[in-house]
T-cell receptor, first 115, second 115 residues
Framework: AQSVAQPEDQVNVAEGNPLTVKCTYS??????LFWYVQYPNRGLQFLLK??????LVKGSYGFEAEFNKSQTSFHLKKPTALVSDSALYFC?????????????FGQGTTLQVKP | DTAVSQTPKYLVTQMGNDKSIKCEQN?????MYWYKQDSKKFLKIMFS???????INETVPNRFSPKSPDKAHLNLHINSLELGDSAVYFC??????????????FGEGSRLTVL
């Protein structure tokens, strides 16, 4: 069965510093990995995805994520955090197992960027 | 134009009542989903339809009944509401079930409160 874990409930970062939000996954076959952001009282917005190719994926709002097959991780990163980046971040995985296209989400990590 | 729209945004009702949430997407997508986000922000898939055909039906009580009159609409009807049904319900769509590399587009959510 496919699963995804976000080990940190909350990440606190000072504005201007780099940020990392961690994600590990478990899936049969090749993983398709996604990051979403949810601002308060809003729906989820797509940030970026890894399908194949370059392990470093660039996405919206200056975010990027690094796919590491040996560590089964897909950590979200940003070189310079902004206060406006404060939100809830979800990692998600979709695996090819029995032709299922189901997208499974991690439990979410709250990012708090302080001025 | 809103890509995935849900109504109502807020719903407050008494235990035992029946209520519906409507969802429409104008992206031309074939696949639509209902996700439930609980008070701890955990996201769980409930149902998925591909071109009006039910393809995912997670372990959801029979009181929940989705209906897809056409591929642009997916409604959720809930009978005999219980306190535990209080949550935010998100509708989402994606290009097609077989396109596993495609991201989901989410609505803004419908916050259901059962008193």
């Amino acid at each position: 069965a496919q699963s995804v874990a976000q080990p940190e409930d909350q990440v606190n970062v000072a504005e201007g510093n780099p940020l990392t939000v961690k994600c590990t996954y478990s899936v049969s076959g090749n993983p398709y990995l996604f990051w979403y952001v949810q601002y308060p009282n809003r729906g989820l917005q797509f940030l970026l995805k890894y399908i194949t190719g370059d392990n470093l994926v660039k996405g919206s709002y200056g975010f990027e994520a690094e796919f590491n097959k040996s560590q089964t991780s897909f950590h979200l990163k940003k070189p310079t955090a902004l206060v406006s980046d404060s939100a809830l971040y979800f990692c998600a995985v979709r695996g090819i197992s029995g032709n299922t296209g189901k997208l499974i989400f991690g439990q979410g990590t709250t990012l708090q960027v302080k001025p | 134009d809103t890509a995935v729209s849900q109504t109502p945004k807020y719903l407050v009702t008494q235990m035992g009542n029946d209520k519906s949430i409507k969802c429409e997407q104008n992206l031309g997508h074939d696949t639509m989903y209902w996700y439930k986000q609980d008070s701890k922000k955990f996201l769980k898939i409930m149902f998925s339809y591909n071109n009006k055909e039910l393809i995912i039906n997670e372990t959801v009580p029979n009181r929940f009944s989705p209906k897809s009159p056409d591929k642009a609409h997916l409604n959720l009807h809930i009978n005999s509401l219980e306190l535990g049904d209080s949550a935010v319900y998100f509708c989402a769509s994606s290009q097609a079930w077989g396109v596993v590399t495609g991201e989901l587009f989410f609505g803004e959510g419908s916050r259901l409160t059962v008193l």
